[in-house]
């Protein structure tokens, strides 16, 4: 191809026709040009593909990663929602009229699971592997809406829940401070003792302590089932 232009340059120039040789040169840097955009056309269209597979390689490992959330999410909410219904049972034997010091002992010795658990540990791999790689603000606007609100949410719900464990454990200190949780650690002559000495502020430290319990779970909850509900939306995003 390059002998070929060569040689018709050579034959304009021969001829001495310098309107045709400049019609020529015009012809081919035209070409020269075109040739250029044609690649620069061709290598972005492989960049896209590249950029395209990999948001897709990462809304796919996205769209597992809150699968798997979902089933810990409803695992954690079925495990508070029958501890909140063991414990509010309990709650109303201890403020019913009925109730007695033993009932109290007897309830906060050997009947009360004062512990909680009500975090969820989301698997948040492939959101911060979005946000380094820079690729979350090209991805589809509803995906990226719902990826941040999702992000705001667990944020609040992480936040919320710091608060409430700090409120439940300044109650669980005091009650501890003067009863063992014998349900939990086992009998012993000391426990012994300090149990048949309970007073009647029992009754003050263990429903404060209910009370934050109830509060505690109760929030984490509400917040669990609104993450929920915004995981469906996102992953219907990612499913289109």
Do not use: C, H
Request: hydrophobic residues 40%; without cysteine; aromatic residues 8%.
């Amino acid at each position: 191809m390059l002998k070929f232009f060569r040689s018709i340059r050579k034959k304009l120039i021969e001829e001495d026709n310098v309107r045709k040789y400049i019609l020529y040169a015009i012809g081919e840097i035209l070409l020269v040009v075109i040739g250029i955009l044609i690649a620069l056309q061709v290598n972005n269209w492989n960049e896209q593909r590249k950029l395209n597979t990999e948001i897709e390689t990462f809304q796919k490992a996205l769209l597992s990663e809150l699968q798997n959330d979902l089933t810990s999410i409803d695992q954690k909410i079925e495990i508070i929602r029958m501890n909140m219904k063991r414990d509010s049972a309990l709650y109303n034997r201890v403020t019913g009229p009925d109730a007695t010091l033993d009932t109290l002992v007897q309830i906060g010795r050997y009947e009360y699971d004062i512990w909680i658990n009500p975090m969820v540990n989301f698997n948040d791999n492939t959101l911060n592997s979005l946000e380094s790689s820079g690729l979350l603000p090209l991805l589809d606007g509803q995906i990226r809406t719902g990826i941040l609100d999702l992000t705001n949410q667990k944020e609040l719900y992480k936040n919320q829940l710091e608060t409430n464990i700090e409120y439940f454990l300044d109650a669980l200190n005091n009650y501890r401070s003067k009863y063992r949780l014998d349900s939990n650690e086992g009998g012993s002559p000391i426990s012994d003792q300090l149990w048949e000495q309970a007073s009647p502020d029992l009754y003050a430290l263990m429903t404060s302590v209910m009370t934050a319990q109830n509060v505690t779970n109760g929030n984490s909850l509400g917040f669990l089932r609104s993450i929920r509900k915004k995981i469906n939306r996102l992953n219907q995003e990612l499913e289109k």
